[in-house]
T-cell receptor
């Protein structure tokens, strides 16, 4: 049972345009969400996070939106740059369940930004 | 800081052999995680430690897998005996409690023939 789903295996956008990566979750206990970026032959690196008490968090070109009623979050990258080309993972945790630091990951979306 | 260090980066072994993967977390981090990444299952948590104590090993696939953390700066993941279906990339990650931003190592690509 996949609790975190990234339904688009890949996404291609032009440099300078907006990239929108989507993520859906099924576990209503999840209350903290993260996005990681992964380049080939490297480990995932943390990008941005959001708590369920917020619906938006912004960090430079990256913005994460959370829609709790729809159990959906999205990552917006504006403007997209060729260096953003990587696999993006959505992850979720039930933070309020005591000291539970387990992260459940989606399968990732490969973003390609074309010059 | 050197980041999370994993060794070896690549391991090729024959079915039935013992495999040991190693991880050195970032100094000062009190949580350590072992993940496995495959095409079919994505990135899945195997086990995690807090202050060198295993907290949750529910993701360990079977008794052939074992993990230890003898001290704050070293952990091992052992597979004995290894099988072709264990072929995957194994990641180690660490972080300091009260944040959720785990820092990943570069991974070990394991191939079992």
């Amino acid at each position: 049972d996949q609790q975190v789903k990234q339904n688009s295996p890949s996404l291609s956008v032009q440099e300078g345009r907006i990239s929108i990566l989507n993520c859906d979750y099924t576990n209503s206990m999840f209350d903290y969400f993260l996005w990681y970026k992964k380049y080939p032959a490297e480990g995932p690196t943390f990008l941005i996070s959001i708590s369920s008490i917020k619906d938006k968090n912004e960090d430079g070109r990256f913005t994460v939106f959370l829609n709790k009623s729809a159990k959906h979050l999205s990552l917006h990258i504006v403007p997209s740059q060729p260096g953003d080309s990587a696999v993006y993972f959505c992850a979720a945790s039930a933070k309020s369940g005591g000291s539970n630091y387990k992260l459940t990951f989606g399968k990732g979306t490969l973003l390609t930004v074309n010059p | 800081d050197a980041g999370v260090i994993q060794s070896p980066r690549h391991e090729v072994t024959e079915m039935g052999q013992e495999v040991t993967l190693r991880c050195k977390p970032i100094s000062g981090h009190d949580y350590l995680f072992w993940y496995r990444q495959t095409m079919m299952r994505g990135l899945e948590l195997l086990i995690y430690f807090n202050n060198n104590v295993p907290i949750d090993d529910s993701g360990m696939p079977e008794d052939r897998f074992s993990a230890k953390m003898p001290n704050a700066s070293f952990s091992t993941l052992k597979i004995q005996p290894s099988e072709p279906r264990d072929s995957a990339v194994y990641f180690c990650a660490s972080f300091k409690g009260r944040t959720y931003e785990q820092y990943f190592g570069p991974g070990t690509r394991l191939t079992v023939t």
